[in-house]
Nanobody, 120 residues
Framework: QVQLVESGGGLVQSGGSLRLSCATF????????LSWFRQAPGKERELVAS????????EYKDAAKGRFTISRDNGKTTMFLQMNDLKDEDTAVYYC?????????????WGQGTRVTVSS
């Protein structure tokens, strides 16, 4: 059974850092694209960053470039999002998503989310 479990959210001051984790169960990272999404109050869910397949190719939303880093561990069971220089607009619930590279409509899983609040 596939399960994604996020952790690491919390309250942080503007300019601070947080590291989010997504523990994955039941999937092979080399055949999935793993992503972080976020949803701010009153806004649609949006992509933050992705890391995909064997090569671990990464992609970042413009607002995340230069401040956030997506990675996964060598055991390929956990994905991370290192967030530095956090801003008020980064306040959101952050979700982990796993989509199968070969059949993304069938193999599409979400975590329950972890809340990040940035205060100035």
């Amino acid at each position: 059974q596939v399960q994604l479990v996020e952790s690491g959210g919390g309250l942080v001051q503007s300019g601070g850092s947080l590291r989010l984790s997504c523990a994955t169960f039941g999937i092979d990272h080399t055949t999935y694209c793993l992503s972080w999404f976020r949803q701010a109050p009153g806004k649609e869910r949006e992509l933050v960053a992705s890391i995909c397949g064997v090569s671990g190719t990464t992609e970042y939303k413009d607002a995340a470039k230069g401040r956030f880093t997506i990675s996964r561990d060598n055991g390929k069971t956990t994905m991370f999002l290192q967030m530095n220089d956090l801003k008020d607009e980064d306040t959101a619930v952050y979700y982990c998503r796993a989509r199968g590279l070969w059949d993304p409509r069938r193999y599409d899983y979400w975590g329950q989310g972890t809340r990040v609040t940035v205060s100035s």
